[in-house]
């Protein structure tokens, strides 16, 4: 239901890497008006749509995802405003309302001093290289490192590979994803616009879905103390210290690896046998194993009890034909 949210928060860091902008949390403004088409493609198939006004923002999505053999439907609606954000889940009719954290993040990224300031940059690229090698071992691992620019449903965008996504940002609206596509595990996602126009989005494009009450969000009703805690956490020497120890640990393992003779990457067969795998999880029907399972059981069990008879007759047949006596 916050996919979207997380997307776009994603873009934003992509769109604007630490070098560029103090505050990262500080997002430039939106001038720009207009709408986005989108396919969904990967393990995620479907559409998506955003419209976007100034600083206000909504995007909806009807997407079909395949796994353990179950195609599972998924409609959702976002809106972002300078101060809320709205998320419904369409299929359920049920809404949250929320506050929007990046002013609150913003505030608490301001708070910090100096050293906490670098220490949050710092921590964050650590961490986005170490979920790139953990997660895909060939990736480059750079947070927020710009790759060069395509052209996407007319419009130029500027890509950027960040925490092992690659997000491709509007060079006329950094805030607008063109294109975002990553893999985690099994999971492939793709989004990629299929048309851009900044023509001003008709004002029912930002109406509330019809029929959903929406409710607070009862994780989010003290923006101030999640964002300070979050960026907090982030800037910390504690997370810098855990970091540099899984880091040495990381790169332990490899040299070790690289000393007993054993691959630190897996070779392009691996990666085709671990999507092979992932197909097969993706299309197994859990369903249909476990009736089959169960008829089997069944069977065996009717079986062992026909069996069973079989013996029990068997032997009381031996019981009442008795041995004549040899005298």
């Not at 769109?15 to 396919?39: D, I, R, S």
């Not at 910090?112 to 090698?133: C, I, P, V």
């Not at 509007?170 to 294109?179: S, T, Y």
């Not at 299929?194 to 008709?202: E, G, K, Q, Y």
Request: include cysteine; proline fraction near 5%.
């Amino acid at each position: 239901m916050r996919r979207s949210l997380i997307l776009g928060l994603l873009a934003g860091f992509a769109a604007a890497p630490a070098g560029a902008q103090p505050n990262p949390f500080k997002l430039p403004k939106l001038n720009l008006k207009g709408e986005v088409n989108y396919t969904l493609a990967g393990d995620m198939k479907g559409t998506a749509y955003s419209a976007f006004d100034g600083d206000r923002m909504v995007s909806s999505s009807n997407s079909t995802t395949r796994m353990m053999g179950k195609d599972t439907k998924t409609s959702s609606w976002t809106l972002v405003t300078d101060d809320s954000m709205y998320s419904v889940d369409l299929e359920k009719k049920k809404g949250f309302q929320a506050p929007n954290l990046l002013p609150h993040m913003a505030k608490a990224y301001d708070g910090l001093d100096k050293d906490g300031k670098s220490r949050f940059h710092t921590n964050l690229n650590e961490m986005a290289a170490m979920f790139s090698r953990v997660f895909d071992p060939g990736a480059l691992g750079a947070s927020a490192e710009k790759k060069g620019e395509k052209t996407i449903a007319g419009e130029v965008c500027e890509e950027r590979e960040f925490m092992g996504f690659t997000v491709c940002t509007m060079k006329r609206g950094p805030r607008i994803a063109l294109q975002t596509a990553g893999s985690l595990v099994c999971f492939r996602y793709e989004q990629t616009a299929t048309s851009v126009s900044l023509n001003a989005p008709p004002g029912s494009a930002f109406d509330k879905p019809a029929g959903v009450t929406f409710q607070q969000d009862p994780m989010m009703q003290n923006p101030d103390s999640m964002a300070r805690g979050f960026v907090g956490y982030i800037a910390s020497k504690e997370l810098s210290d855990s970091l540099a120890k899984a880091k040495g640990e990381l790169e332990e393992a490899k040299a070790k690896a690289a000393a007993d003779g054993k691959p630190t990457e897996m070779t392009a067969a691996e990666k085709e046998q671990m999507q092979a795998a992932c197909e097969t999880i993706k299309n197994l029907d859990l369903n249909k194993v476990m009736a089959s399972a169960a008829k089997a059981m069944v069977a065996a069990l009717k079986d062992a009890a026909v069996e069973g008879a079989k013996q029990g007759a068997a032997n009381k047949l031996k019981g009442l034909i008795k041995k004549p006596k040899i005298p």
